[in-house]
């Protein structure tokens, strides 16, 4: 395959980045004419099978792919660039925005034990993606990890669910940074948007958050090195800024604001740390950038775990700090910092934290920018898009095409749709994604084509199916009995035996070449069981909108994905019999 696909390239004269013509977008031969893809509709099922069964390899993710890029994206990035991406694509919308709503509806003083629970939960995602980052140093993330390990199908879930986090996630921080503007100008709190008769949550158009978005687009455009630059800049103001809301903030603490402590229970803590998890959701943007990273094995461990220990620490603080300044009643749950620092008789500081938060927005957008882009040009290059979308600029040495559609897509939501709305849907498919991760772990350490037998095979999907049981189970009886524990006595016994049983019966088949996640299956297997638990700490209303997005995608796939990842799969099979039998010609006729 990897000799076809060359040979099949460098015959292939090089073209101008700027084209738009139909081979392009629809190269592939089912949509060559109309006969064509309705005779691919009637051969969904048996394509549907082939794609099922099909695994990818990490040669073919991390070189192979690369050439539907035509150009190479440029290796320059450090350790230094990465961890300061990792504060920039983190911090931001998260503390500053979703820290107040959900103490004020939720958690009330002890938001901080929310973001305890989201922190470690994050942590253990960080370290299923940094093993997989440094094994599959591939700009497609996830996508490109699962498409190895649980094949096309799975990616394709996922892939979805990735492009509905990236747009409604860049949506979601472009809106905050609306209302910290106004904030900043002294301004009522939606004074800036356009006020509508559309139905609430969709009726105040908000065009400064669009423009943002695409501001942010043309800085990632030009240059990766120059972005990083930038965001060294803007996160070391943000830095500081953050330094001065805890200090501040425990100077004029008040105990007494912290009682009472739990007034929603448990339940509301965990409920929260459903929401404010996606304030820990732009870490795993640092792993699609591993083609530009100069050292991926070591530069993207450091830059992972390097960069959440230390914002895990520093959300903790400044949700505890805010939560002693104001009782949660009192929080503003849009700009919950500044109106706080208004109440203790701050009046100016109130100014240092919108343009902290601006700045911190600012970053997470940029780096958003440049991650879902990658994200993009990856998924464009297994043709589950039009592979144009793949295509790198040859001066730039970035996505140009990736990074319009994404942000197009994201300044059109933005445009319409309120923060609250936004985040209940993303947190979702960000929980989701990074459950998947886990199971694909397990999946890379004890399972290997052609490798391992049929009976631990077999030993596998059952053991895996019993965690993932289980932890439905826990999440399920937490949310109908949150002050039960009989249902608890089953489910939590079923999780810890079934990853003992992976522990003791099955050998792993594959060790990690540089860096691997410690305790295998335990902290995998506890990621899986975190994630659900805080996925079913969601509102309902959450999982109809990821149920009906999740729709949209399966008859995207079966119209569309299906039979262009099908075509690109056959022909790469049929160049390389074709150079096959021209080496055995070759052989044959000898010297």
Known sequence: MATAARDNYEAEPQRGYWRWSKQDFLPEESFQSWNNYVSALSQSWPRFKDRLLSRSDDATETEELKKQSEHDMKRCLNWWDLIWFGFGAVIGAGIFVLTGQEAHDHAGSAIVLSYVASGFSAMLSVFCYTE????????????????????????????????????????????????????????????????????????????????????????????????????????????????????????????????????????????????????????????????????PSRDIPIGLVGSMSMITVIYCLMALSLSMMQKYTAIDTGAAFSVAFQHVGMKWAKYVVAFGALKGMTTVLLVARLAQARYITHIARCHMIPPWFALVHPKTGTPINATLLITIASAIIAFFTGLKVLSSLISVSTLFVFMMISVALLVRRYYVRGVTPRENLVKLVIFLVLIIASSIGISAYWGLRPNGWLGYTVTVPVWFLATLGMSLFLTQQRVPRVWGVPLVPWLPSLSIATNIFLMGSLEYEAFIRFGVCTVVMLIYYFLFGLHATYDMAHQQEKLQSKVDHRETIKNEEGP
Do not use: C
């Open 132 to 295: 997989f980052a440094v094994e599959v140093p591939s700009a497609g993330g996830s996508f490109a990890y699962l498409r190895v390990e649980l094949g096309d199908f799975v990616a394709f879930i996922t892939a979805g669910n990735i492009l509905l986090e990236s747009v409604i996630g860049s949506a979601a921080v472009a809106r905050s940074w609306t209302s910290y503007f106004t904030s900043l100008l002294n301004r009522p709190k939606d004074s800036l948007r356009i006020k509508t008769n559309l139905q609430e949550g969709y009726n105040l158009l908000d065009p400064i958050a669009s423009g943002v978005l695409l501001i942010a687009a043309v800085i990632t455009m030009i240059s990766t090195k120059k972005t990083s630059y930038l965001n060294w800049i803007a996160s070391a103001i943000n830095t500081a800024v953050i330094i001065f809301v805890i200090i501040a903030g425990f100077a004029h603490a008040d105990t007494s604001n912290l009682t009472p402590f739990l007034p929603y229970g448990a339940k509301g803590v965990f409920q929260a740390a459903a929401i404010i998890y996606f304030a820990y959701g732009g870490f795993d943007h640092i792993a699609t950038m591993a083609e530009e990273t100069k050292n």
